[in-house]
C-alpha cells in the first residue's frame, strides 16, 4: 500500500487513523512488525515515520518525557543522540482529544543502519503524546537522514535520488509539514483497543 497524502488511513487494525504522507509504504506489508507499531517508509528515501504504542512511564514528568523516549530509542539503536529542543504542543491543533499532554522534540542521532559499522546522521522529529488514563504514551516519530555514510547500504538509493537516476523519477522527500499533518490528524477511534 501506498499513500497519497490525503486521506486519512487506518492504524492498529482500525483503532486509530492519521494521514500519512504521499509515497509512505506500509512496512508490514514487506515484512512484520511488532503489534504495537506501525512503520510506513517513504517510497524513494530512507526516511520513515514509525507510530507506537508505549507504556505510560509514571516515573517521568510530562516534560522531560519525550527526552526519555528519545534517548531509549537511541540507546537500543546504539546511536549517539543529541537532544536540539523540546517544546510543548498546543493541543488545540491536535486531532487526538484524550491527551494529558503533547511534546514535540528535535533532535539527530549517528546511527548504523541494520548491523552495518557505516554510521548515518539522521534528524529525529517526534511528537509525544501522553494519555495517562490508558497507561499508553504514544510516540510518532519522522525519521529523516541527512548525511548518509557512503559505506552504507542507503547510500546507492540516496545518490540515485539526488543525481537524477532512477529514483528520482517520483517521490519528493518528506517534510516537517508532512510529518506536522500526521500528528495533527491522528486521532483515536476505538478506545477498547487499550483494554
Known amino acids: 500500500m501506498t499513500t497519497n497524502g490525503t486521506q486519512s488511513h487506518p492504524?492498529?487494525?482500525?483503532?486509530?487513523?492519521?494521514?500519512?504522507?504521499?509515497?509512505?509504504?506500509?512496512?508490514?506489508?514487506?515484512?512484520?512488525?511488532?503489534?504495537?507499531?506501525?512503520?510506513?517508509?517513504?517510497s524513494r528515501?530512507?526516511?520513515?515515520?514509525?507510530?507506537?504504542?508505549?507504556?505510560?512511564?509514571?516515573?517521568?514528568?510530562d516534560q522531560d518525557a519525550a527526552r526519555y523516549h528519545f534517548d531509549d530509542v537511541a540507546a537500543s539503536n546504539e546511536a549517539s543522540p543529541e537532544v536540539l529542543s523540546v517544546e510543548l504542543v498546543d493541543t488545540e491543533q491536535i486531532a487526538?482529544?484524550?491527551l494529558s499532554s503533547a511534546w514535540f522534540l528535535s533532535g539527530r542521532q549517528r546511527v548504523a543502519k541494520f548491523a552495518e559499522q557505516a554510521r548515518n546522521t539522521v534528524?529525529?522529529?517526534?511528537?509525544?503524546?501522553?494519555l495517562p488514563q490508558y497507561?499508553?504514551?504514544?510516540?510518532?516519530?519522522?525519521?529523516?537522514?541527512?548525511?548518509?555514510?557512503?559505506?552504507?547500504?542507503?547510500?546507492?538509493?540516496?545518490?540515485?535520488?539526488?543525481?537524477?537516476?532512477?529514483s528520482a523519477n517520483s517521490g519528493q522527500p518528506?517534510?516537517?509539514?508532512?510529518?506536522?499533518?500526521?500528528v495533527q490528524s491522528f486521532q483515536l477511534l476505538e478506545p477498547a483497543v487499550f483494554s
Do not use: C, K, M, Y
Not at 492504524?11 to 506501525?38: C, H, M, T, W, Y
Not at 528515501?45 to 514528568?61: A, G, K, M, N, R
Open 96 to 98: 487526538l482529544q484524550e
Open 174 to 182: 518528506w517534510t516537517l509539514e508532512h510529518f506536522r499533518t500526521t
Open 135 to 166: 497507561s499508553t504514551d504514544i510516540l510518532i516519530t519522522f525519521n529523516d537522514p541527512i548525511v548518509i555514510s557512503p559505506l552504507s547500504s542507503s547510500s546507492t538509493g540516496a545518490e540515485s535520488a539526488q543525481t537524477g537516476g532512477p
Open 11 to 42: 492504524l492498529f487494525g482500525g483503532s486509530f487513523s492519521a494521514v500519512l504522507p504521499p509515497d509512505a509504504i506500509d512496512v508490514s506489508d514487506l515484512r512484520e512488525v511488532a503489534d504495537n507499531q506501525e512503520v510506513f517508509v517513504h
Open 45 to 61: 528515501t530512507d526516511q520513515s515515520i514509525i507510530i507506537e504504542l508505549l507504556e505510560h512511564q509514571d516515573q517521568v514528568p
Open 123 to 130: 534528524n529525529i522529529h517526534l511528537v509525544l503524546f501522553r
